[in-house]
């Protein structure tokens, strides 16, 4: 299967601050993929990057098959809704439309018109009176009638209140459907990916520590509650995330393609919800860990 | 893309061409007047030294307040051009991240903006010219009168050296939106570099465009215990740039002079020839539109290398609540979005 987002060892530094590095991954195409992470953790900068709006330090990062070099033919391919979905707030709804139309050649004007008479906004109107989640949907418009392959959406939802999110999550999901589109969006909102995304990466502290189908994550990963044990005595093939201990219990999330054949554990399904804590919990103890090897090499 | 930039520059567009066309109407009901004013004085004919001057006296203090009005005019349009159309450009979509949304459209940023700037910065060399020769011709019958097209504070306000000036203001304005990203500190700072440009260049570098002639004239002494005067020489329209005693003696008192007695005084001039106006002023429109390539130059590298660089690096700083260093980051900010994930949870649930 093509992938629609391919990166290998992309580092990108801002001054002496890396703000992703070693990123290595590849999103297979027609998934509606989450990034996932704490704030700061390179969402926003792997955005970037893929939309051409940054150059990589270090590494590679092809979409669409393509290195990312901000040529035209390319940019036509993709979709952008930067976070905050940012407009020019004295040019009117009807004026973004023909911006649209005359920068991109492929502009489908029939469906943005379609979009925009669906969402009952007022053309004349000027995009600087929008409401937030108007204006995020102008935005998504902008972004779905230039036709791209590939549509990445930095936190779209994030400063909407509960309802406007809804609303744009279920327009994304149409266009998801019936434009055959392949989606990145990232939010660190857990509840909203888990509604509209088939595929996840969970990115902590500038690194992917998690990437996968939501199924097959799902499908892999279990919790165990048992009497209190170590760790270090599960079966290979088990790989703890997360544990925790009470004086008589241990609670582990394990990673593993075999059933758990222990009897002494009971064992539980996993939410997506639970995935991503767990994986963001190890990231921020792994961090914890370098942070104390290096202040033993100092 | 055409379109884009004209809709964006359009409403700025018509407010600049109706001050222009305003300030036109102005200037020629009252040029013409002037003009007619000069033509009847009989200033052209006169005969004695006294009558000319009496003439041109009346000239030039004819409409003192148009005169007051019109030079201020043509020493701030460049520079409102440099803080309204240049910095702006830049600075507003990189203060607004509406740059995001322009340059993920199917054109190349260098396009976007090698567009933006034909059309703003053909229209602001073509204000300032225009309103640069609208007082050029006001001016004529005084500057007739006056012969001193020459000098500084004159020879800025007529011909062709708009064209320079604006060129520089726009392209600076455009530099410091890029690099301060910000509309209002751009402004600022493009008007305190531009002012400073202009009186660096007119102070330190226009007496100096050509090696300046000199002239010596005699020097009419003065009663004891004042000092000389010189006796400027007959130097019509020539802009005086030093004047110097010439040998050991100093213009001096009265025991100074004594000291070298049988010297003929003499005071030298360096100055430039009215004739060199015009050649000063394509030197220096070339030196002003020279500083406006090489700023365009800039903006067009930092365009492909490193543009938005800074401002998303803000963006994800300001997502972070804790700035820390590398270290400290991977802890705090892990556990510390993890409780508001988990905050949040309820609200992205519903």
Same mark, same amino acid.
């Given at each position: 299967?093509?992938?629609?987002?391919?990166?290998?060892?992309?580092?990108?530094?801002?001054?002496?601050?890396?703000?992703?590095?070693?990123?290595?991954?590849?999103?297979?195409?027609?998934?509606?993929?989450?990034?996932?992470?704490?704030?700061?953790?390179?969402?926003?900068?792997?955005?970037?990057?893929?939309?051409?709006?940054?150059?990589?330090?270090?590494?590679?990062?092809?979409?669409?098959?393509?290195?990312?070099?901000?040529?035209?033919?390319?940019?036509?391919?993709?979709?952008?809704?930067?976070?905050?979905?940012?407009?020019?707030?004295?040019?009117?709804?009807?004026?973004?439309?023909?911006?649209?139309?005359?920068?991109?050649?492929?502009?489908?004007?029939?469906?943005?018109?379609?979009?925009?008479?669906?969402?009952?906004?007022? !053309?004349?109107?000027?995009?600087?009176?929008?409401?937030?989640?108007?204006?995020?949907?102008?935005?998504?418009?902008?972004?779905?009638?230039?036709?791209?392959?590939?549509?990445?959406?930095?936190?779209?939802?994030?400063?909407?209140?509960?309802?406007?999110?809804?609303?744009? &999550?279920?327009?994304?999901?149409?266009?998801?459907? @019936?434009?055959?589109?392949?989606?990145?969006?990232?939010?660190?909102?857990?509840?909203?990916?888990?509604?509209?995304?088939?595929?996840?990466?969970?990115?902590?502290?500038?690194?992917?520590?998690?990437?996968?189908?939501?199924?097959?994550?799902?499908?892999?990963?279990? !919790?165990?509650?048992?009497?209190?044990?170590?760790?270090?005595?599960?079966?290979?093939?088990?790989?703890?995330?997360?544990?925790?201990?009470?004086?008589?219990?241990?609670? &582990?999330?394990?990673?593993?393609?075999?059933?758990?054949?222990?009897?002494?554990?009971?064992?539980?399904?996993?939410?997506?919800?639970?995935?991503?804590?767990?994986?963001?919990?190890?990231?921020?103890?792994?961090?914890?860990?370098?942070?104390?090897?290096?202040?033993?090499? !100092? | 893309?055409?379109?884009?930039?004209?809709?964006?520059?359009?409403?700025?567009?018509?407010?600049? &061409?109706?001050?222009?066309?305003?300030?036109?109407?102005?200037?020629?009901?009252?040029?013409?007047?002037?003009?007619?004013?000069? @033509?009847?004085?009989?200033?052209?004919?006169?005969?004695?030294?006294?009558?000319?001057?009496?003439?041109?006296?009346?000239?030039?203090?004819? @409409?003192?307040?148009?005169?007051?009005?019109?030079?201020?005019?043509?020493?701030?349009?460049?520079?409102?051009?440099?803080?309204?159309?240049?910095?702006?450009?830049?600075?507003?979509?990189?203060?607004?991240?509406?740059?995001?949304?322009?340059?993920?459209?199917?054109?190349?940023?260098?396009?976007?903006?090698?567009?933006?700037?034909?059309?703003?910065?053909?229209?602001?060399?073509?204000?300032?010219?225009?309103?640069?020769?609208?007082?050029?011709?006001?001016?004529?019958?005084?500057?007739?009168?006056?012969?001193?097209?020459?000098? #500084?504070?004159?020879?800025?306000?007529?011909?062709?050296?708009?064209?320079?000036?604006?060129?520089?203001?726009?392209?600076?304005?455009?530099?410091?939106?890029?690099?301060?990203?910000?509309?209002?500190?751009?402004?600022?700072?493009?008007?305190?570099?531009?002012?400073?440009?202009?009186?660096?260049?007119?102070?330190?570098?226009?007496?100096?465009?050509?090696?300046?002639?000199?002239?010596?004239?005699?020097?009419?002494?003065?009663?004891?215990?004042? #000092?000389?005067?010189?006796?400027?020489?007959?130097? #019509?329209?020539?802009?005086?740039?030093?004047?110097?005693?010439?040998?050991?003696?100093?213009?001096?008192?009265?025991?100074?002079?004594?000291?070298?007695?049988?010297? #003929?005084?003499?005071?030298?001039?360096?100055?430039?020839?009215?004739?060199?106006?015009?050649?000063?002023?394509?030197?220096?429109?070339?030196?002003?539109?020279?500083?406006?390539?090489?700023?365009?130059?800039?903006?067009?590298?930092?365009?492909?290398?490193?543009?938005?660089?800074?401002?998303?690096?803000?963006?994800?700083?300001?997502?972070?609540?804790?700035?820390?260093?590398?270290?400290?980051?991977?802890?705090?900010?892990?556990?510390?979005?993890?409780?508001?994930?988990?905050?949040?949870?309820?609200?992205?649930?519903?």
């Amino acid at each position: 299967m093509s992938s629609v987002l391919q990166a290998r060892g992309l580092g990108k530094r801002y001054g002496r601050r890396w703000a992703l590095s070693d990123c290595t991954l590849s999103i297979p195409a027609g998934c509606v993929a989450g990034l996932v992470g704490p704030n700061g953790a390179g969402k926003t900068t792997l955005l970037h990057l893929a939309a051409g709006l940054l150059k990589a330090t270090v590494g590679t990062i092809e979409v669409l098959g393509e290195s990312v070099r901000g040529r035209p033919e390319q940019l036509a391919r993709v979709g952008f809704v930067a976070q905050e979905t940012p407009i020019y707030p004295t040019l009117s709804v009807a004026d973004h439309l023909r911006f649209g139309a005359k920068l991109n050649p492929s502009w489908d004007d029939a469906l943005a018109q379609d979009r925009i008479a669906g969402l009952g906004l007022e !053309r004349r109107q000027r995009a600087g009176q929008l409401s937030g989640g108007q204006r995020a949907q102008l935005a998504l418009t902008l972004a779905v009638a230039k036709r791209p392959e590939l549509l990445l959406l930095d936190e779209p939802v994030a400063s909407l209140d509960p309802l406007a999110r809804r609303e744009f &999550l279920r327009g994304l999901m149409e266009i998801a459907a @019936d434009r055959e589109v392949s989606v990145v969006l990232s939010s660190h909102l857990v509840g909203d990916l888990e509604r509209v995304c088939d595929y996840l990466i969970v990115l902590a502290a500038s690194r992917v520590q998690l990437a996968g189908r939501v199924d097959d994550l799902l499908a892999t990963h279990r !919790r165990l509650i048992g009497p209190r044990r170590d760790a270090s005595a599960l079966p290979d093939g088990q790989q703890v995330i997360e544990a925790s201990h009470t004086d008589r219990q241990s609670t &582990l999330l394990v990673r593993t393609e075999e059933p758990i054949r222990d009897p002494g554990w009971i064992v539980e399904q996993v939410s997506v919800e639970d995935l991503v804590l767990a994986y963001m919990d190890q990231a921020a103890g792994a961090g914890r860990e370098r942070g104390r090897l290096e202040a033993v090499r !100092r | 893309m055409i379109w884009v930039a004209w809709r964006q520059f359009r409403t700025q567009l018509v407010v600049a &061409l109706g001050a222009v066309l305003l300030l036109g109407i102005v200037i020629l009901v009252t040029g013409l007047h002037l003009r007619h004013l000069y @033509d009847t004085s009989g200033i052209r004919t006169c005969d004695t030294q006294a009558d000319c001057q009496a003439l041109g006296q009346a000239i030039v203090s004819h @409409d003192k307040l148009m005169q007051n009005l019109l030079g201020p005019i043509l020493l701030a349009v460049p520079a409102l051009i440099g803080m309204f159309w240049g910095a702006p450009l830049l600075g507003r979509e990189l203060e607004s991240g509406t740059y995001r949304l322009a340059w993920t459209q199917s054109v190349s940023r260098t396009r976007w903006l090698a567009i933006k700037i034909l059309l703003v910065g053909t229209a602001s060399v073509a204000a300032a010219e225009i309103v640069s020769l609208m007082v050029t011709w006001w001016s004529s019958p005084i500057d007739h009168v006056n012969m001193n097209r020459l000098t #500084p504070g004159v020879f800025d306000r007529r011909g062709i050296v708009a064209i320079g000036y604006a060129a520089f203001a726009f392209t600076l304005g455009l530099t410091a939106g890029a690099v301060i990203r910000r509309t209002l500190p751009a402004m600022a700072g493009t008007l305190v570099v531009f002012v400073a440009a202009r009186v660096l260049i007119s102070d330190q570098v226009r007496p100096h465009l050509r090696a300046a002639l000199m002239l010596a004239g005699p020097v009419r002494r003065g009663p004891i215990g004042v #000092p000389g005067t010189g006796v400027a020489p007959p130097l #019509p329209g020539a802009w005086l740039l030093s004047h110097s005693t010439e040998a050991k003696c100093t213009i001096g008192t009265g025991p100074a002079v004594h000291t070298c007695p049988g010297t #003929p005084f003499r005071v030298l001039y360096t100055y430039q020839p009215a004739s060199r106006f015009w050649p000063f002023q394509s030197d220096e429109m070339a030196i002003f539109i020279g500083l406006a390539l090489i700023l365009l130059g800039v903006c067009f590298s930092w365009l492909r290398s490193s543009a938005p660089d800074t401002s998303i690096r803000n963006i994800v700083r300001a997502q972070e609540e804790h700035p820390r260093t590398d270290t400290d980051n991977h802890q705090q900010t892990g556990t510390n979005v993890l409780h508001a994930l988990r905050s949040e949870q309820p609200r992205g649930n519903q």
